[in-house]
Structure formats: C-alpha cells, structure tokens
C-alpha cells in the first residue's frame, strides 16, 4: 500500500487533479482552494455533505472533543470495538508521517486510491454546490465517504477544533465525550475555560450520553445539559480508576462494576475514560474485549518511547499548558524508573512550537521538571516546516529565558542532529511541543538510518 505524506509549503494546482493522480496531488491542491485553512462554520459543508448523500445507516458514533487526550481516547474506544468484532472506523487528526493515518478501518490505514477516489467525489460535489471548502473540511468528508462505503458498524470520530462549528460536528453522534476543557485556539474558541466548553459542547444531541473527562467541570456544559436532556458520565463521580506505582494491573471502576485491567501503553486517564464510553453503549463489550485490547492500542506521538541512536527517546505532541502538564506527570514517574537504570543519564529537550500557541506557559513547567524533577542538560530548537511555526528569531527570545545550555537552529534536521552530538548512549531525549515537532524529529532520523 502506498501513503503519502502531507507537503509543508504546497504549490496547488491550477486544474482539479483526477482519479489518476497521485494522493500528494490531491493533498496539495486542496490546500490551496479555499481563502484559509481554519474556518469554522458548517454553512458550507452542510450543503456538499448532503449532495454527497453520506449516511450513517445503523452504525454506532462515537464523537470525541476536548482539548487534550483525544488521540489517545479514540484509539482505545477503536481498538476496543475491534476487538469486540465490530468493523471499526477511526477518524483522527492531523498525522504524524503520512496523511493516511488520519483515516483507518479495523486499525489498517486506508490506501491512497481510496483517498482519492473520495476526494473526487467531494470536489465535484462542491463545484456542483458553488462552494469551496477548507482542505480540513475536504479530507473529512472524505473520511466519512469512506466509512460509509465500507459499511462500518462503529465510527469513531476525534473533533478537529472545538466542536460546536467543526466539520465532525455534521454527523450525528450517538454518545459523546469531552476528556477536559484547558486553554488552547483562543482565537476561534475564546479565552475563557467557560466560553471554550460551550464550543466543545457543541457535539451534544438530545437525550444523548455525554462522558466528561475531568472532576472540574466548567459552569458552562450543566445549562446545555439540560437544554439538551442529555444524561452525565463525570470523572471522580461516575468513574474512577486506582495503580499502585510498580503493580502490572490497575482498577477501573463505574457505578456499577469494578475491573481488573492489564496496563494500557497510553494515559491511565484517558483509558478509563474510553471505557466510560464504552460501557455506557448498547455495544456488546465484556471485560475480555478490554483485556485483549489494552496492551495493543499505540498511538506514536503519545508519550511514546523509542530506542534510537543509541538513545531512548520519548515523543509527545503536548502543545498547550494543559497537555504539557499532562506530559509530566506521567514523565515524572518515568523518568525516574529510568535513572535507576542508567544512573549517568542526562536528559535533553528538544522543542517547537507553532507561533498561535502561548508559549511561555510550557516553557515555565518545562523549567519547573528540570529544577525539580531531572536537570534538562541541553535544549535544542529548530523552526517547524509550518506556515504558522514560531520563527528562529522568536524562540530565541524566549528559551533562553528559561534555559541554559540552548541550541537553535532554522530547522528540525539541525536541531535533531545536535541534540544526537550533544548527548551521550543512554541518555534520555525529551521531543515535544506539536504534532509537527515530533513529526520533524522522527523524519529527519529516519533520513539519516
């Protein structure tokens, strides 16, 4: 199967690619058919997504907003239903190496021509309306094009960007999940946690169960609820969860059951939050779907270890105060393991982040761990091949601010190399800070195997 990847700075084609073209075409001509590349709102995509006749038939939706976890709470519901036997469709974004992972069924990337041939069906549906569409909207429409065709029975869809006016928000989901309201799109979403939640409620449907991720829930979300009849799962409330540091199994707990469960390979949190989910569905799951499961779901980005280099590596897409604060809570356990390992192991940083996103905070935790937790050595930085990423200029204003041993550089490549030149075998890499950092990093080492 052949993927490909999604081109930083494309050059769109004047003509409509067609059939016959290649994904990275397509990819990069969509980019450059509508005046911006956020723009929230369904006015235009209500009319193309109904000319395209997509229908859900008796498939199972799961809708899943929040401002952090969500990758990792659709991953699991996913893997979950799959092993449950239902056919399973995932929809996440955005990807890490090739724009395929944005679309899988029963766990498998679908294949380009298959992209392709619904990207045509959506680009002649929209001219036929007189309408353009953000390359966002394209290429989940096209996601829904697909499941719909392959008949899933499942659909679990993760929310680009609040909820409210997202594309995603055009299906009808059958349950919903927020996992947490932080801080983040400030400028589409607004600045407050109240007025963000309102966004992210969005996805709410009369009658319809909501799972809320966290015991701090916004004053804003109770009012829809009732507005919408809507019945609350709550974390601390509803569902719980309990490890002892060191056991191999851990306890999820709901009103009604109490489980004993293999250790999951992504945040304890956002798993027993996809089991909330789960359970609280007309889906037939039993605790041995969620044991088979559990040890299987990965999601590369997501507090994900690797051995390169001789190094070991963690990568995690935290972006925003909420995520970074995630990220260290469960490095900080981790790291430690670690050191008792390999005692003369340093730590290094590498990190970038977009220019929209308020840095600072995540820098200030970043050099709270290095104080408290594990001395950062170094800091290595670099400018993401992105239209939005912070510029060379700007990171050099900031990290040093926070940092001493600092390294940037005009882009990832160089910084990736440095960090390996500044480090020693065993040392511990920390990559962090967008999903382009990490997929900047892990391409440039895969050049270089």
């Given amino acids: 199967m052949q993927q490909s990847s999604l081109p930083a700075a494309p050059s769109p084609s004047p003509l409509p690619p067609s059939v016959s073209s290649s994904l990275t075409e397509w990819l990069n001509y969509m980019q450059g058919i509508h005046v911006s590349a956020i723009d929230m709102g369904l006015e235009r995509v209500m009319p193309v997504f109904q000319a395209l006749g997509i229908k859900q038939t008796d498939a199972f939706v799961f809708t899943v907003a929040g401002t952090n976890g969500k990758g990792s709470t659709t991953a699991t519901i996913a893997e979950i239903c799959q092993q449950a036997g239902y056919k399973t469709a995932l929809y996440q974004s955005p990807h890490l190496l090739v724009?395929?992972?944005?679309?899988?069924?029963?766990?498998?990337?679908?294949?380009?021509?298959?992209?392709?041939?619904?990207f045509a069906k959506i680009e002649q549906a929209r001219l036929d309306c007189g309408l353009t569409l953000s390359f966002f909207e394209m290429t989940t429409l096209a996601a829904f094009l697909i499941f719909a065709q392959n008949h899933c029975d499942v659909w679990v869809l993760e929310v680009g960007l609040g909820g409210r006016l997202d594309v995603v928000n055009v299906i009808e989901p059958n349950l919903a999940v927020i996992t947490n309201v932080g801080i983040d799109h400030v400028e589409w979403l607004g600045d407050t946690r109240e007025k963000i939640a309102v966004e992210k409620a969005g996805i709410l449907r009369n009658n319809l169960t909501l799972v809320y991720g966290e015991a701090d829930m916004p004053s804003t979300i109770p009012p829809l609820m009732a507005q919408h009849h809507a019945h609350l799962l709550q974390y601390g409330k509803d569902y719980g969860y309990r490890h002892i540091d060191g056991a191999a199994t851990w306890q999820y707990s709901n009103n009604a059951v109490t489980l004993s469960l293999p250790m999951p390979n992504l945040s304890l949190h956002n798993t027993a939050t996809a089991i909330t989910a789960l359970l609280a569905?007309?889906?037939?799951?039993?605790?041995?779907?969620?044991?088979?499961?559990?040890?299987?779901?990965?999601?590369?980005?997501?507090?994900?270890?690797?051995?390169?280099?001789?190094?070991?590596?963690?990568?995690?897409?935290?972006?925003?105060?909420?995520?970074?604060?995630?990220?260290?809570?469960?490095?900080?356990?981790?790291?430690?393991?670690?050191?008792?390992?390999?005692?003369?192991?340093?730590?290094?940083?590498?990190?970038?982040?977009?220019?929209?996103?308020?840095?600072?905070?995540?820098?200030?935790?970043?050099?709270?761990?290095?104080?408290?937790?594990?001395?950062?050595?170094?800091?290595?930085?670099?400018?993401?091949?992105?239209?939005?990423?912070?510029?060379?200029?700007?990171?050099?204003?900031?990290?040093?601010?926070?940092?001493?041993?600092?390294?940037?550089?005009?882009?990832?490549?160089?910084?990736?190399?440095?960090?390996i030149d500044q480090s020693q075998d065993n040392d511990l890499i920390l990559v962090c800070g967008s999903f382009y950092t990490i997929s900047g990093v892990l391409t440039s080492q895969s050049l270089s195997e």
């Fill in 281 to 419: 569905s007309p889906l037939t799951i039993t605790q041995d779907h969620i044991q088979a499961a559990l040890p299987k779901v990965k999601l590369a980005g997501r507090f994900d270890s690797r051995r390169m280099s001789a190094r070991q590596w963690v990568f995690d897409v935290a972006h925003n105060e909420h995520g970074m604060q995630f990220l260290l809570k469960q490095l900080t356990p981790y790291v430690h393991a670690y050191q008792r390992q390999h005692p003369t192991a340093k730590l290094h940083l590498v990190i970038s982040m977009l220019a929209d996103k308020d840095i600072e905070p995540v820098l200030a935790q970043l050099q709270q761990f290095s104080q408290t937790v594990m001395p950062i050595d170094s800091v290595h930085s670099g400018v993401i091949s992105h239209p939005r990423a912070s510029s060379q200029e700007r990171l050099t204003e900031l990290l040093p601010r926070y940092f001493n041993s600092v390294s940037i550089f005009e882009d990832l490549n160089l910084a990736t190399q440095s960090v």
């Fill in 99 to 118: 724009f395929n992972e944005r679309v899988r069924i029963n766990g498998e990337m679908v294949d380009d021509q298959t992209l392709i041939d619904a």
